[in-house]
Structure formats: C-alpha cells, structure tokens
C-alpha cells in the first residue's frame, strides 16, 4: 500500500501565504518526480508544480515567482510555499507521487486539500 497525504490548506485572503505539506508512506522503493496539481469546480485538475528527485522544479506560467515547491527525500515529503494569493489560485490542491515499488511503478494522489483566496 501507498499513502500520499496532503495538508496545509485553509481560507487566506488574498495576499496572503499558506504553505502545504504532502507526505508518501507505505512499501516502495523510491519516489521519482512530486508534483503539486490544483482543480477548481468544472475545470480539469492542471499541474501547479513539480519536482524531480534530483530537485528540478517547474511551474505553471500563471504561479512563477509567487510558488515555491520543494522536497525532503529523507523523509518522503514535498511542499509547496504559496506567496502572494489570489482569489484565482482557489482550487482543491492535491500532491502526487510517482512511486517505484515491487508491485509496480505509478502515480499516486493525495486526497486533496482545499485553499480558499477570498476576503
């Protein structure tokens, strides 16, 4: 079995900063490249930012210079430093890990972690 369990979202008005935690546990290998994805009611789920296990990052044109995503490959975790919201970047946030195990390599996703940008 794989866990991926995210954290850290809430209500912030705009301007303000949140920071969400994800976590993989269970029986594998390796974690390959995280990932923070975001979908908002009636629009598909779309990536925010990504991390290789090297530490290689990407974002989406529309979080550059306001997100920040980062990992801890010893303890099985990436964040994501959120700067400067607003009322557009409210979404379910939701962590995925791409996980090298025994019984096979894949993606697996977090329940999702709901951040509110509003006054």
């Known amino acids: 079995q794989v866990q991926v369990v995210e954290s850290g979202g809430g209500l912030v008005q705009p301007g303000g900063s949140l920071r969400l935690s994800c976590a993989a546990s269970g029986n594998f290998f390796r974690i390959n490249d995280m990932g923070w994805y975001r979908q908002a009611p009636g629009l598909q789920r779309d990536l925010v930012a990504s991390?290789?296990?090297?530490?290689?990052?990407n974002y989406a044109d529309s979080v550059k210079g306001r997100f920040t995503i980062s990992r801890d490959n010893a303890k099985n975790m990436v964040y994501l430093q959120m700067n400067s919201l607003k009322p557009e970047d409210t979404a379910v946030y939701y962590c995925?890990?791409?996980?090298?195990?025994?019984?096979?390599?894949?993606?697996?996703w977090g329940q999702g972690t709901q951040v509110t940008v509003s006054s």
């Open positions: 995925n890990a791409v996980i090298v195990a025994q019984t096979g390599n894949g993606g697996y």
């Open positions: 991390i290789t296990s090297g530490g290689i990052t």
